[in-house]
């Protein structure tokens, strides 16, 4: 390592300002307050601009980082963010949902011996320096190519094709089931961690390039792909995600007081709960919570709950904080804010009143085995350690399955034994011509970049596709 590298190595890696924990818990504004320009630079120049960068590797979207973190560097933020668009049609979502820790930062040269550049917080500051401050100036499209496609979804793998094809020249119209545009990006994840503002903004930037966006159109039932084909289009991507809430199937499951995390958040977030009494949309505000589950999804609904007015609010997980899938900034901020952590402990039946409403769960400890088909290791029951938890509220995240809406009605879709529709996972084809799909409805519930990554291969496939044939 160069004199240089080791100098900037030893600079701290620059904390993002946040809510205070105490403050936040009770409110539903975003907890990270942005980099200032001069933090932005400090960070920013910790990168040592690496000739093989990891970080490059580790994205699934393949983003230039060392690319537009020399140009904040140098304070050319207007540069940095068209240099991102090139790769990257959502930096805003990224720089904040990203779990960069296992994907680009993971791969940072500095984290082998301290803390990776804060790549995520970097992406974050040029996306937000240009909607606050930028000239608006869009980056270049290609000639009109004739071509139409049709992009069913707006979830953040349809978002991507949709910008990456719209710079091609191909017309493109993004078809979203719900009254707005976002998928999961606005009905899953809380306000307090992505705002709705900044899903508008990057859905806007996508029309003011020339995507046209319907809602209200839920396809496999106002519309057919067939129909789609017949109206013009050249291709379909489907990119309709995993939305089917899954449940647990043990005893007591119909009480009042028991809902999937997917009805939750969507009640909470896409309508608006959280601005009670602006809305008045109904939910369930339970005082003694109970959240099943220990992803991000979980973490979201847990810290909803508490925005919501709790007591008192519990994740209860069936393996130890080692599998926890969530990301560790979800996790750490969950804990600030006084969620509490039950590990390795699985619900075994439901418990209601004579009124059929839930007052608690009975539950069993577990202890860790051999590690299963995912990898981590097979939670065992330990026999005789049944206990009971008193709670008024129960959030079952425990997973989402594919919605069989579309796929049902469109029969020369393969589909595997879970229901996601089979396709190549370089190209995104399905085994209908001229179909392409990626995202949860192909590889079950997965994360925002990764999502944006199969929509990458798959829009470059369709773009081939509509050039050269299929």
């Known amino acids: 390592m160069s004199e240089e590298s080791k100098k900037k190595d030893k600079k701290p890696r620059q904390a993002m300002p946040e809510q205070a924990p105490e403050i936040r818990r009770r409110n539903f504004e975003e907890v990270p307050l942005g980099y200032t320009p001069e933090l932005a630079i400090t960070e920013a120049d910790r990168c040592l601009q690496c000739k093989n960068p990891g970080c490059v590797k580790g994205c699934p979207v393949g983003v230039d980082i060392p690319g537009f973190i020399k140009l904040i560097c140098e304070k050319k933020y207007t540069e940095a963010i068209r240099h991102i ?30 803390a990776p550049v804060a790549i995520g917080n970097l992406e974050r500051f040029a996306a937000d320096y240009e909607r606050l401050h930028g000239t608006g100036a869009l980056p270049p499209v290609q000639a009109p190519t004739g071509k139409k496609v049709a992009v069913v979804g707006s979830g953040p793998s349809g978002l991507t094709v949709a910008g990456d094809l ?3 020249g191909h017309a493109v119209t993004v078809l979203e089931a719900f009254h707005k545009p976002g998928g999961v990006l606005v009905y899953g994840i809380p306000e307090f961690r992505l705002p709705k503002a900044i899903v508008a903004q990057e859905v806007n930037f996508l029309e003011r390039l020339g995507v046209k966006v319907e809602c209200n159109a839920v396809v496999g039932r106002t519309v057919s792909l067939d129909e789609l084909f017949d109206e013009g289009y050249d291709a379909i991507y489907i990119g309709v995600g995993a939305g089917l809430p899954r449940f647990m199937n043990i005893p007591g499951e119909n009480l009042v007081g028991i809902l999937s995390a997917n009805e939750y958040l969507t009640r909470a977030n896409l309508m608006k709960a959280y601005r009670f009494p602006e809305y008045d949309t109904p939910i369930p505000r339970g005082k003694d919570v109970v959240v099943l589950g220990a992803g991000n999804v979980a973490m979201d609904s847990a810290r909803t709950a508490m925005r919501l007015g709790a007591n008192r609010v519990r994740i209860v997980y069936r393996r130890s904080r080692d599998e ?14 006084g969620i509490e952590f039950f590990l390795l402990t699985n619900p075994v039946r439901y418990i209601g009143n004579e009124k059929g409403r839930l007052t608690g769960m009975e539950c069993i400890q577990m202890e860790l085995g051999e590690p299963d088909d995912s990898g981590r290791r097979r939670p065992i029951p330990k026999k005789g350690s049944e206990f009971k938890m008193e709670c008024d509220l129960v959030i079952v995240a425990v997973g989402s399955g594919a919605n069989p809406l579309l796929t049902t009605s469109t029969p020369e879709l393969g589909l595997n034994k879970r229901g996601y529709i089979i396709a190549d996972p370089e190209t995104g084809k399905t085994t209908k011509k001229g179909v392409w799909a990626g995202g949860d409805i192909v590889t079950g519930a997965a994360t925002v970049i990764l999502a944006m990554g199969a929509g990458r291969k798959a829009a470059n496939s369709i773009h081939k596709y509509l050039t050269m044939g299929w």
């Not at 960069?100 to 500095?110: A, K, N, R």
């Not at 926890?324 to 804010?337: D, F, K, L, S």
Request: aromatic residues 2%.
């Open 324 to 337: 926890m899938p969530a990301r560790t900034a979800e996790i750490h901020h969950a804990e600030e804010e």
């Open 85 to 114: 668009w090139t790769q990257n049609a959502l930096p805003a979502v990224c720089g904040r949902v990203c779990p960069q820790e296992i994907q680009c930062e993971g791969e940072c040269i500095l984290a082998k011996k301290g």
């Open 166 to 168: 719209i710079q091609k």
